[in-house]
RNA sequence: CGGGAUGUGGCGCAGUUGGUAGCGCACCUGCUUUGGGAGCAGGGGGUCGCACGUUCAAAUCGUGUCAUCCCGACCA
């Protein structure tokens, strides 16, 4: 392909709309172009790489059995209420109207069309299992769609459904696709984990994702180098501390009235977070219990966690038994407590539902926590004794250097994106759907199913996230836009217009995918554009090459320039760093 | 949907106490250049997001609205 006919819009400078390096990328190097908020036009060359992306799934779904298709991506809106889905997905599912006043939507995933198809094609045991996938559109109608392909409202996934006659089979096709995955996922060259989605889901379903890890991860996952344990930070527990410093304190004290010291009120002038009081007392953060006045659907809520820790607010809702929850505002807090926001404590506290506390602050007898008065905060208070907590149950969030709770491991927290999720859904979907099909005995059974997802778009920026540089896109040869790119310098010289037209033929002869430089451009320019877009090698035809007879190939990865002095041995080393490539 | 920021030529930005818009890059023409974002000369392009208002006069002040981005809530 010649540049000078083809369309790659590059940018200089960093669009201001991306904050993201491989967003930013994205766009510079001439990817996708936004239209409207979370939706994007894949332009030449970000479709280049996405097919080659598609291709290998395609290649990984295909050699465990699945097959292709496709489905409409307007979908009828009675389906969905059939599944009653239409209510689940809420404003996220795009909806609107036809010429004829029927109800339509964007689809925003495939479960019901599939299933759907699956019950009105397939009736017998006999043609089970199945797999059916198809890589293309959906719609979510996000209510923040951000970071470029990362969440967007339009988006392309590979999503496959599997049908089986029972458990047994759904655990095999279950494994086939993890196995897929996991072959896809290492050809790309990621660093990446399956882990436990959030168990007991209705319906008793089991689902994992695929992480990839990344600085600029989304989510946060917390691991066990120990004993492989991984799990999200919103699922994740940790060994608790049995004893706080304050128990360790008295414990050592001989005086019978040190190791049962009553509540003693402390002053504390406008000391209010943690890190002041602490500093003030010159006491570790981890004799604070802190509490935090949240408010729910069902009222407001106390919970505590050790000072030195944060509060997941997943785990609380859980806990607590609440959809909604947010910290409650200042006049709220004070209402409550009796005195300004950081002097809260656990007793007397007026109008209040219920006091979750963290396991950790039921393991410790002593404390300290606010008065609930405005420049005091109150030491030695004891879960029990002095309050009385409704739920006691692990609501902190895991933090790097915890121990494992499965064999006292040191955890770590590391940022990953989701880029894969499969799921066995069991009989969720053909049940609401009534799809049937008849087993050995004749008897009509729901089809058991499993799905599962890849993101497409979000898994070439993450491509682009983890492999790029400074000066531009680093992607392996299976999934770059082009093989290898062939630059002259000078395209008003005519000798080395010459050397590269012929290169470039004989390259393209051989069936290498190349993309050749023939703009009337400045040198510098050229590179820095062919370095930009993610060409994994290249081949600089200049004065150099004219006067030298060297020719020479240029490995983007390691920066390392090879010389020829002939065109063969030239066309065979690309050959070979074609046939293994590094990258 | 709450909080914050930004909207000025294709891109990135400047524009003072209100006086009718400018810079760099890009683009077009010509010449010279061509191994890491060239030089000289000439040129084109903006009803300053939109609407209403204040004013003799609005990019600038006020109100509203839309869009984009960030934080939060949300996310098979």
């Known amino acids: 392909m010649r540049y000078s006919s083809f369309f790659i819009p590059s940018l200089k400078e960093d669009p201001k709309e991306a904050v993201l390096k491989s967003h930013k990328l994205l766009l510079r190097a001439g990817y996708v172009r936004q239209l409207s908020g979370g939706i994007y036009t894949y332009l030449p060359l970000g479709l280049k790489s996405l097919r080659k992306l598609e291709d290998i799934i395609r290649q990984e779904m295909n050699s465990e059995g699945a097959v292709e298709l496709s489905m409409p991506f307007v979908q009828p809106l009675d389906l969905w209420k059939e599944s009653g889905r239409d209510e689940d997905y809420g404003k996220e599912l795009l909806r609107f109207k036809d010429r004829q006043d029927r109800d339509f939507c964007l689809a925003p995933t495939y479960e019901e069309v599939v299933t759907d198809l699956v019950k009105k094609n397939v009736k017998s045991y006999k043609e089970l299992p199945l797999t059916l996938y198809q890589i293309h559109l959906k719609f979510r109608d996000e209510m923040r769609p951000r970071f470029g392909l990362m969440r967007a409202k339009e988006f392309i996934m590979k999503d496959a459904y599997s049908f089986d006659a029972d458990e047994e089979g759904l655990d095999e096709s279950y494994k086939k696709m993890k196995r897929a995955y996991e072959n896809i996922f290492k050809r790309l060259g990621f660093d990446f984990k399956f882990i436990k989605a959030e168990a007991g889901e209705i319906g008793g379903n089991y689902s994992e994702e695929l992480m990839v ?5 989304e989510d946060r996952i917390v691991i066990c180098k120990d004993c492989g344990y991984a799990a999200s930070i919103d699922e994740a527990d940790s060994a608790s ?5 304050l128990e360790r304190f008295y414990a050592q004290q001989s005086e019978q009235s040190c190791r049962q010291p009553k509540m003693t009120k402390l002053f504390t002038p406008d000391k209010k977070s943690v890190e002041e009081v602490a500093e003030y007392l010159k006491v570790d953060k981890a004799c604070f219990a ?20 944060e509060i997941n607010e997943r785990k609380l809702k859980k806990a607590a038994g609440v959809k909604n929850l947010f910290l409650a505002k200042e006049q709220d807090v004070e209402r409550i407590t009796g005195a300004p926001c950081g002097f809260a404590g656990p007793f007397g506290l007026n109008g209040l539902n219920l006091i979750v506390i963290d396991e950790e602050i039921n ?15 109150m030491a030695n208070v004891k879960p029990g004794r002095d309050f009385t907590p409704n739920i006691v149950a692990d609501i902190r969030s895991v933090q790097a250097g915890d121990k494992c709770a499965r064999c006292s491991g040191v ?18 979907y053909s049940s609401i759907l009534n799809a049937k099909f008849l087993d050995e005995k004749g008897e009509a059974r729901f ?9 497409v778009g979000r898994t070439l920026q993450t491509l682009i996230e983890v492999f790029s540089d400074d000066n531009g896109i680093n992607l392996p ?19 080395i217009t010459d050397v590269s037209e012929k290169i470039y033929g004989d390259l393209t002869a051989m069936g290498i995918d190349v993309i050749y430089d023939d703009r009337k451009l400045s040198a510098g320019i050229k590179l820095k554009d062919i370095d930009l877009i993610g060409i994994p090698f290249k081949i600089v035809v200049g004065n150099r090459t004219i006067k030298d007879n060297k020719y020479e190939l240029n490995i983007k990865e390691s920066g390392i320039t090879e010389t020829f002095g002939d065109l063969e041995s030239l066309y065979k080393r690309a050959g070979e760093l ?6």
């Open 213 to 217: 890890f990344s600085e600029y991860g």
């Open 578 to 583: 074609l046939k293994n490539p590094r990258v």
């Open 363 to 377: 393991n410790s007898e002593y404390w300290i926590t606010g008065a609930n008065e405005k420049d005091a905060h």
């Open 447 to 455: 089809f058991v199913m499993g799905c599962y997802g890849i993101g």
């Open 241 to 245: 501390d049995c004893h706080g410093p």
């Open 411 to 428: 955890l770590t927290v590391k940022n990953a994106i989701e880029l894969g999720h499969i799921f066995k859904l069991g009989e969720k």
């Open 477 to 495: 040869v299976s999934v770059s836009p082009f093989s290898m790119a062939v630059v002259s310098l000078n395209a008003n010289d005519e000798k």
């Open 290 to 309: 802190k509490t935090l006045i949240y408010e729910t659907e069902s009222g407001f809520i106390a919970a505590m966690v050790k000072g030195n820790r």
